[in-house]
């Protein structure tokens, strides 16, 4: 919690018993704290005066130690499809990108009438997988709490929509930035909070073993979302670096551990990148991958990255790598992706460190 007198916190960072813990220490009950919560995130309250049930000199208290300040939206990119790339403004002066997809589409290959929104967890991404946009300009910094709250409440306030689908696979590794991404998904899930059911919020990790295990402990059932993209450690290796520190092994055992505390099926994220890891073997060594764990597989059709020259295969081939992971078994979609005008679609998100000055405003 930050408490300093010159530097406001964000109101955006702390739970429920965080707001409890503030209260009890002012001698104040801790009915206050739901008090606090229901016109922060049930009622969107902007401004401090609104809060009428609650005594003036609490309010001048938490005014002079917290900020209900929204992250500002300075763009947002429609694409054909009805899908929104926000760009947002964070308070350092960095942008950070959150899209928003419209219905029926989900992650996980279900189908769901609901948006989802697909969140950032860093500005940049350390990890440098080889066809990945993210990563090309390197890691500046891990987002905050409430910069991850933030991108959800500021796409809801814009659309005037709730959001019920929630995908960690924007820009960063979010499992390199676990304790705020777990402090984050508290309040995502909260019923006092943002109200986004567990199982309807996927956290995507390039393979971070320890990591995972770590999750694997949170006693809520978020799904995991795991970027795989090669079936043997040699392919893998080749576009992810990550492999080199957590083989393939290592990575499906966290996963088993996974497994065992979670109910949801895992799902491997596999990139079809064209002479790379689109060959008939590579689809064998994922069929039985996949088994292995009874996980599901969603194949996307490479997206062009400006810089990169990885390309998609050939829809035939496509289609055969997905027929052997049927054949073998497996639970498998070929995704049909959304953004990719407006490159927010996978893998498109870059760090955007230009000035956004002469950016019209968004209404
Ligand atoms: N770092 C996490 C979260 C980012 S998720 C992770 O790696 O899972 C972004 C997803 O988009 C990942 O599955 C990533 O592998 C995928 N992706 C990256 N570049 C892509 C591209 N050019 N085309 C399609 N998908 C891509």
């Not at 969140?119 to 990890?127: E, I, K, L, T």
């Not at 049927?326 to 639970?331: K, L, P, S």
Request: net charge positive; proline share 5%.
């Amino acid at each position: 919690m930050n408490t300093s007198a010159a530097k406001p916190g964000s109101a955006f960072a702390l739970t429920l018993d965080d707001w409890s813990e503030w209260m009890e220490a002012r001698g104040q009950g801790k009915f206050r704290a739901k008090q606090l919560v229901e016109w922060i995130y049930g009622k969107r309250a902007r401004d401090w005066s609104e809060m009428s049930n609650l005594p003036a000199g609490l309010r001048t208290e938490l005014a002079a130690e917290f900020s209900l300040d929204r992250i500002p939206v300075v763009r947002i990119a429609g694409s054909e499809d009805s899908t929104r790339k926000y760009l947002l403004r964070l308070h350092d002066g960095r942008l950070v990108e959150t899209v928003r997809i419209p219905a029926n589409v989900r992650f996980d290959g279900g189908r769901s009438d609901r948006i989802t929104l697909c969140v950032s967890s860093q500005v940049g991404c350390a990890y440098d997988c080889k066809f990945c946009a993210s990563g090309l300009a390197g890691f500046t910094r891990n987002l905050e709490v409430e910069e991850i709250v933030g991108q959800i409440v500021a796409a809801e306030e814009e659309s005037g929509e709730p959001v019920r689908n929630l995908v960690f696979m924007g820009m960063g590794e979010p499992l390199a930035n676990l304790s705020r991404l777990v402090k984050a998904i508290t309040i995502l899930n909260a019923p006092w909070g943002l109200n986004i059911g567990a199982r309807h919020m996927t956290v995507s990790t390039s393979g971070l073993a320890p990591q995972i295990e770590r999750l694997a402990e949170l006693p809520i059932q978020i799904r995991l979302a795991v970027s795989l993209h090669g079936a043997s450690d040699e392919v893998r290796e080749r576009i992810m670096p990550v492999n080199r520190k957590y083989p393939l092994d290592r990575l499906f055992g966290a996963l088993e551990r996974w497994r065992s505390r979670k109910k949801q099926k895992i799902t491997f994220e596999y990139i079809l990148i064209e002479g790379v890891n689109d060959s008939p073997e590579q689809a064998a060594l994922l069929a039985a991958r996949a088994r292995s764990l009874d996980a599901k597989v969603n194949l996307i059709p490479y997206n062009t990255v400006e810089g990169l020259d990885w390309r998609r295969p050939a829809e035939p081939v496509q289609e055969s790598f997905l027929r052997t992971l049927v054949r073998g078994g497996v639970a498998a979609t070929l995704r049909r992706e959304k953004g990719h005008d407006i490159a927010a679609a996978c893998g498109q998100l870059r760090l955007q460190q230009e000035t956004v000055e002469g950016i019209v405003p968004v209404p």
